[in-house]
């Protein structure tokens, strides 16, 4: 029986996406001893991880390499082995479209491919961020067309990933898992699965549909603090009131207030996107959700808020953003991580060349990033590129591999929308923060 297999870790399991979330998932349950298998569609990635070469930033690349040389972790692009597994485990995109209307294209494909080789006592758990209902309306009815029937011939439940790439203290291995099933056995299945992968609790809810839930809420917490804190700070700088000033004020309150900043926008796979799924689902029920999209309006704004200062900032130096040399430092979408998907430096950067502006990226972490359909390389800081810039922008918080003080000392005008030269700003009144 599936129970006993997860017990006694004898169970063969599955990872369907090695990204950012599959990778990391993938590590930990090979570590946890259960036997692991990868499937990704790209073939480099799944070279790469058969060769015990990292490429996530979370994964420990000295434990991945073991884990394969050990046989305990392989991948593969043949879903011909889903056969072989006991549990599956789908952490496949979950993407808007330009109408920011969800596409299930990457859920719905691997569902079809599971069900084709779906067999008794086998369950799937979907991690995939997505609206509430996906679990059952979805993907239970593509499964159950295999002629096997949930909960009696498999089970099938969704437990959300809660990756947040450089976080130094919570990784996948310690951060509290929600497990929802489409029933009781699906559910005690998944809450055995992750107790015995994780070192940290797993909370069982209702349904699938209140596991969606939760992780919707968690993003639209974020996207709508971080728009207050946006508004806030536009508000303030016309006002002439330093907002971080504030924000360090109102955080010495030790109740009814938690800090959230401003910056260029959001960024990330998660707080841009997972709110307008609940805002697609809230449709089907006649409900219009005015908080989250208005959120969604004020930091999709960010990025031409961020372009309009420098115009100011350089107007008032005589000088124009047509032709200005513009040092952009920082295009991963959080501070030290490599990762581009979704970053407002993306949208500073193609509103900046729409105005003419000569830019060059700079970013300790990024080495190349697609750009107008191909590569472009990033910089790294010098005192010279400091010297030529007419204006440097910080649009990511990055701590670590940056020498702020090249930028300080050599050039004539900063715009930190992070405020990460903070320790720097009372000496010197080239830093104009956001």
């Known amino acids: 029986m599936l129970r006993d297999k997860l017990i006694n870790k004898t169970a063969i399991v599955g990872v369907i996406g090695l990204g950012y979330v599959g990778l990391p998932l993938a590590v930990e349950k090979a570590k946890a001893g259960f036997t692991v298998v990868g499937f990704d569609i790209q073939k480099e990635r799944v070279d790469k991880v058969n060769r015990g070469e990292n490429y996530i930033g979370d994964v420990v690349s000295e434990d991945l390499e073991r884990l394969v040389r050990d046989g305990k972790l392989s991948a593969t692009v043949d879903y011909e082995r889903l056969r072989e597994c006991d549990v599956v485990s789908i952490?496949?995109?979950?993407?808007?479209?330009?109408?920011?209307?969800?596409?299930?294209?990457?859920?719905?494909?691997?569902?079809?491919?599971?069900?084709?080789?779906?067999?008794?006592?086998?369950?799937?758990?979907?991690?995939?961020?997505?609206?509430?209902?996906?679990?059952?309306?979805?993907?239970?009815?593509?499964?159950?067309?295999?002629?096997?029937?949930?909960?009696?011939?498999?089970?099938?439940?969704f437990s959300p990933e809660r990756v947040d790439p450089g976080n130094l203290l919570y990784k996948t291995k310690n951060t509290p898992k929600v497990v929802g099933g489409v029933g009781k056995k699906s559910s005690e299945l998944a809450k055995l699965l992750y107790e015995s992968v994780l070192e940290a609790p797993v909370f069982v809810v209702s349904s699938a549909?209140?596991?969606?839930?939760?992780?919707?809420?968690?993003?639209?917490?974020?996207?709508?603090?971080?728009?207050?804190?946006?508004?806030?700070?536009?508000?303030?700088?016309?006002?002439?009131?330093?907002?971080?000033?504030?924000?360090?004020?109102?955080?010495?309150?030790?109740?009814?207030?938690?800090?959230?900043?401003?910056?260029?926008?959001?960024?990330?796979?998660?707080?841009?996107?997972?709110?307008?799924?609940?805002?697609?689902?809230?449709?089907?029920?006649?409900?219009?959700?005015?908080?989250?999209?208005?959120?969604?309006?004020?930091?999709?704004?960010?990025?031409g808020y961020v372009v309009n200062r420098v115009m100011k900032l350089l107007n008032?130096?005589?000088?124009?953003?047509?032709?200005?040399?513009?040092?952009?430092?920082?295009?991963?979408?959080?501070?030290?991580?490599?990762?581009?998907?979704?970053?407002?430096?993306?949208?500073?950067?193609?509103?900046?060349?729409?105005?003419?502006?000569?830019?060059?990226v700079v970013d300790p972490y990024v080495e190349s990033f697609k750009w107008r359909g191909s590569e472009r390389k990033t910089q790294h800081l010098t005192v010279e590129l400091a010297r030529w810039a007419d204006i440097a922008i910080i649009t990511t918080a990055h701590r670590k591999r940056i020498d702020y003080r090249i930028l300080v000392e050599n050039c004539s005008l900063i715009f930190d929308t992070k405020n990460v030269l903070k320790s720097f700003k009372l000496s010197s009144p080239n830093i104009v923060v956001l």
């Not at 067999?119 to 679990?135: A, F, I, K, Q």
């Not at 926008?265 to 029920?285: E, M, N, S, W």
């Not at 040399?325 to 193609?350: F, M, Q, W």
């Open 91 to 157: 952490c496949v995109p979950t993407p808007l479209d330009e109408y920011k209307q969800p596409d299930l294209t990457y859920v719905v494909n691997t569902a079809k491919e599971i069900a084709l080789r779906l067999h008794r006592d086998m369950l799937v758990v979907l991690e995939s961020t997505t609206y509430p209902g996906t679990t059952e309306e979805v993907i239970k009815p593509i499964l159950e067309s295999s002629g096997l029937k949930c909960e009696e011939d498999f089970y099938l439940a």
């Open 209 to 303: 549909k209140a596991a969606e839930m939760t992780k919707i809420l968690e993003n639209t917490f974020r996207i709508v603090n971080i728009a207050l804190a946006n508004e806030m700070a536009i508000i303030a700088e016309k006002m002439g009131i330093n907002i971080w000033e504030v924000i360090e004020a109102a955080s010495t309150k030790p109740f009814g207030f938690m800090p959230f900043y401003p910056g260029p926008g959001v960024g990330g796979h998660c707080i841009p996107i997972d709110p307008f799924y609940l805002t697609y689902k809230a449709r089907q029920y006649d409900y219009h959700t005015r908080l989250i999209e208005l959120a969604g309006e004020i930091n999709d704004s960010m990025p």
């Open 316 to 360: 008032q130096r005589k000088k124009c953003l047509n032709g200005a040399h513009v040092l952009l430092v920082g295009i991963a979408y959080k501070g030290d991580v490599d990762d581009v998907r979704e970053s407002p430096a993306l949208k500073v950067l193609k509103l900046l060349e729409e105005e003419q502006a000569e830019v060059v």
